[in-house]
């Protein structure tokens, strides 16, 4: 807090400013802010916040101090009466007196008959002035962090403290100790604003001191609302010097009665006091062990206070003055003060050795479960101390009350871990979040229980003394909680599974519109239950029982149904080798669901593969001599690929069955394996029958194969392609063992190197031709003597591959891709020459036929000289239309000489007619 004296002048100008600043609006935000949460504390308007201000304009340098020094952490604002002089007497003689002797009675009424006075508001540190209206305390979380304009509201924190009511004083401040600070530092808000060094110390030092003092404040409301026993002292009590005084009042009239009525009316209270250590105390599941802490603290506190007005002057006149007239009432008061005194020293010493757990009792406030253990450890043992040690608090019933009361406190500890703080339900957070918080109180249950036997069974400082208590009565409230976790765990794991089955389509073996009503039916029956208004986390709610039976009767019904859908849906898939992609599905689903009927899945399927082992070796008896060869496949390797894939049919079944443990862990499977290894041995005879079987060629025979022309003039004159058919299939079946792993000689390993060598020189030489054929093929058979030269060339081209050219010359590139140019060249020009005689010649040769040299009468005849007439006519017509077209057919016949002069060939060869003929 700032100290900074202005002189007047300098209050005067700071004034005026303010004044001139509020009159522009030109408030800064934060004064703004502060102003407001005052008006909400106090009910004052904006104006008369200012007003106030304007008197005392150092407020808002002090505001400034908080919002923008890093320095200041704090701010308090007293609103509240002005102080007389009368007043401020009195708080000076106040501080003078010992706490221990003040009048709780005249310090609760003190304020009754008050006047009130006008009410001011300023700024102070709680120490020049006391408390007697409203506090209002502005808190900056963090002087590390610069407030900016639009981030200090949440920077600041603000509170209201109610001093105007003296009886609601400490109840205020108690309360906002225990419902706001100690509730938020140990929040996880704390957590994403600190460091983990902070938080430790935080949890472990500060929030036990805050719940500390918040007890301490609780206990002092507790004396403080209750007041003192003996209210009133006979008014001559403060006159007595000496003997005499006594016995001068008790001549006169009704000396000894008054005397003797306030002794009456303080036996009257105190044995109601007393009364209460006799009787039994109401419990219940919301007390925890700091209540029994505060109850001896306040116990001791108050019979302390009796104990000193006992002490005091006036009581102790009082008994002189009766003791000198030999009232009979003092042996009952002296009875009464033993019972004091030994009441007094029982709940001093229990008040004593119930401190030395609470520094292990605020684990079990502020500490979650798995953090609880520990700490929860060192109490019980604390609380065997204190069992064995105590003068007092070393009986069964207190200590077993105390044990029920820790397990009480860890219960709501429990519930406030599983909400967090209330703040969520177990609807609104992550299932596997609030699994893991619920497995988490278990296990805290049963850490519990261990500790207690561990303790129970320890070694005992005194004889005799058993730390022993009934457990169903210290652990069955616990063990009902735990009980109802178990419950909503199971829920929630049946939620879980329909969920991920649903959604994943019951492992993808059934199809969406098949699921989608039993998956409509599920969410109704969870929505049902997240409607329920009433607390699951109370484990004396029985409604809940009721609704999980009912849970649990629905989920049956519609895992029956599913099952029901599963088992009609894959009948027959059991006796077909697809069965296998299927099982292992089925095998997690009823890890799952209790589908059943799992064993009678393993025997039709065991069933079928036997059944498919007879098939396959009558199958094999019956084909072996004429197996079936795939479609490419020579011979010999048709036949060795034909056998293995029989093996390797039974193979596939014999590694599912070998892989699946359910199956191969079967009597059953034993036999079939035997069966499998004879049938597999007839299989692999026949394949080595097969190998021995096949004829390799020799070296001189595969030489002689290739070393043949490419092309081959049959005595027709017809060119084909030379290629040996045996050496072809030997490439193919070469090919097909290698993949087969069939091992071979290194002259077929030569082959199957050279095999795409050896078929592409085919697949050209094959395609060259084709090409020659269908070239020399196309070409008209009236030109075939125009064009024989050309005819002669393109045979001359092939001669090299009838000759010289064979499977082995490096040079077939360069011949193919001559012949093939050659023909083409040779392509071109019959289509042009084709073309020419198609459309020039040959329809004009047709159209000759069509010209009419004579017309005849269709109506009516003819004379003679009419007719001659006409026939002249119609010949001279149809001679011009002849001689047209045979002018335009010579010229035809000219283009075509023309043509086949153009590409003349190299060589002139005047052709047999009789190859003419064959071409």
């Not at 007890?215 to 003192?228: H, I, K």
Request: one cysteine or more; a neutral charge.
């Amino acid at each position: 807090m700032l100290k900074v004296k202005y002189t007047p002048e300098e209050l005067q100008k700071k004034r005026e400013e303010a004044e001139r600043k509020a009159r522009r609006g030109e408030i800064e935000p934060t004064h703004d802010f502060t102003f407001s949460l005052i008006g909400q504390f106090t009910g004052l308007t904006k104006h008369a916040i200012l007003e106030f201000i304007f008197n005392d304009p150092t407020m808002l340098d002090e505001l400034d101090y908080l919002y923008k020094s890093d320095q200041a952490r704090k701010l308090l604002f007293f609103y509240q009466p002005e102080m007389t002089a009368e007043d401020v007497a009195e708080a000076n003689a106040m501080k003078k007196v010992k706490r221990s002797q003040k009048n709780i009675a005249v310090l609760q009424g003190k304020y009754k008959d008050r006047k009130s006075s006008p009410k001011s508001l300023f700024i102070t540190d709680g120490t020049d002035k006391p408390l007697n209206g409203y506090c209002m305390y502005f808190l900056r979380t963090s002087t590390k962090r610069t407030l900016g304009e639009e981030t200090f509201q949440r920077e600041i924190m603000s509170g209201l403290v109610n001093g105007s009511l003296t009886e609601n004083l400490l109840w205020n401040i108690e309360r906002t100790f225990s419902n706001i600070f100690v509730p938020f530092m140990n929040s996880k808000a704390m957590a994403d604003r600190s460091s983990e060094e902070l938080l430790v110390k935080v949890k472990k030092e500060l929030l036990p001191c805050l719940r500390s003092f918040a007890s301490s404040l609780r206990v002092a409301e507790m004396v403080w609302s209750e007041g003192v026993l003996i209210k009133d002292y006979p008014p001559e009590a403060f006159t007595i010097k000496c003997l005499d005084d006594s016995w001068a009042l008790l001549k006169t009239e009704d000396g000894q009665s008054r005397f003797e009525g306030h002794l009456r009316s303080w036996m009257k209270e105190i044995s109601d006091l007393l009364q209460e250590s006799e009787q039994l105390r109401l419990e219940t599941d919301e007390q925890g062990p700091q209540d029994e802490i505060e109850y001896w603290k306040s116990r001791a506190a108050r019979l302390t206070l009796l104990v000193e007005q006992m002490m005091g002057m006036p009581c102790k006149l009082t008994l002189v003055t009766l003791r000198a007239a030999k009232c009979k009432l003092l042996k009952v008061w002296h009875q009464l003060d033993v019972r004091v005194a030994s009441y007094h020293f029982e709940a001093c010493d229990n008040a004593k050795y119930l401190g030395a757990i609470e520094k292990y009792v605020h684990a079990i406030y502020l500490e979650d479960p798995m953090d609880m253990k520990i700490p929860l450890m060192r109490l019980l043992y604390t609380v065997k101390m204190i069992f064995n040690v105590s003068t007092y608090f070393n009986n069964s019933v207190r200590v077993a009350s105390l044990l029920v009361k820790i397990t009480n406190q860890i219960i709501i500890s429990c519930k406030r871990y599983i909400t967090a703080g209330g703040r969520v339900t177990i609807w609104n957070q992550d299932i596997s979040s609030v699994e893991k918080k619920l497995l988490e109180c278990i296990a805290l249950n049963e850490y519990y229980i261990n500790s207690y036997h561990k303790i129970k069974n320890g070694d005992d400082a005194r004889a005799g003394r058993v730390f022993e208590f009934s457990e169903k009565y210290i652990f069955g409230k616990f063990d009902s909680f735990c009980n109802r976790l178990t419950n909503l765990l199971s829920m929630f794991k049946q939620i879980q599974l329909f969920t991920e089955l649903f959604r994943n389509r019951m492992e993808a073996l059934l199809s969406e519109e098949s699921v989608d009503e039993d998956k409509r039916n599920f969410e109704a029956v969870v929505n049902i239950l997240k409607l329920r208004e009433y607390n699951f986390l109370d484990y004396r709610n029985s409604k809940f029982d009721i609704d999980f039976v009912d849970f649990n009767r629905k989920i049956q019904v519609l895992t029956e149904k599913v099952k029901t859908k599963l088992e009609l849906t894959y009948d027959d898939i059991w006796d077909t080798p697809h069965s296998f992609q299927y099982l292992t599905r089925f095998e997690k689903l009823s890890k799952a669901l209790p589908i059943g009927g799992m064993e009678n899945k393993y025997k039709r399927m065991i069933a079928t593969f036997k059944n498919e082992m007879d098939r396959i070796g009558r199958f094999f008896k019956k084909q072996q001599s004429r197996a079936p060869l795939p479609r490419n496949y020579p011979y010999t390797s048709g036949r060795i690929h034909w056998v293995r894939s029989l093996l390797n049919h039974l193979r596939h079944f014999i590694d599912h069955f070998e892989n699946e443990e359910c199956l191969s862990s079967r009597k059953e499977y034993r036999k079939l394996v035997r069966q499998y290894n004879e049938t597999g041995v007839l299989l692999m005879k026949f394949e080595v029958q097969c190998e021995q079987n096949r004829k390799n060629p020799s070296i001189r025979q595969i030489e002689g194969m290739i070393a043949k022309p490419v092309l081959k003039e049959h005595n027709t004159g017809i060119i084909t392609l030379n290629f040996d058919p045996l050496l072809y299939n030997i490439l193919r079946e070469n090919e097909r063992l290698c993949k087969l792993d069939i091992v071979l000689p290194s002259v077929n390993q030569f082959l199957i190197r050279k095999k795409s060598w050896f078929f592409e020189f085919k697949d050209m030489v094959d395609m060259m031709i084709d090409n020659y054929h269908t070239a020399v093929n196309s070409l008209v058979p009236d030109l075939k003597r125009i064009y024989a030269p050309h005819l002669n060339k393109i045979r001359a081209c092939l001669e090299p591959g009838m000759a010289q050219i064979n499977w082995t010359c490096e040079s077939w590139r360069e011949f193919t891709d001559k012949c093939l140019n050659d023909v083409s060249i040779f392509k071109d020009l019959i289509d042009r020459a084709n073309d020419i005689y198609a459309s020039r010649v040959d329809k004009l040769l047709e159209s000759i036929n069509d010209v009419e040299l004579y017309s005849l009468p269709k109506a009516e005849p003819w004379p003679l000289e009419k007719f001659d007439e006409n026939i002249k006519s119609k010949c001279k017509e149809g001679s011009k239309e002849l001689h047209k077209k045979s002018a335009m057919i010579e010229d035809a016949i000219e283009d075509l000489i023309t043509l086949a002069l153009e590409f003349k060939p190299i060589v002139d060869v005047i052709p047999d007619p009789k190859q003419l003929e064959t071409i």
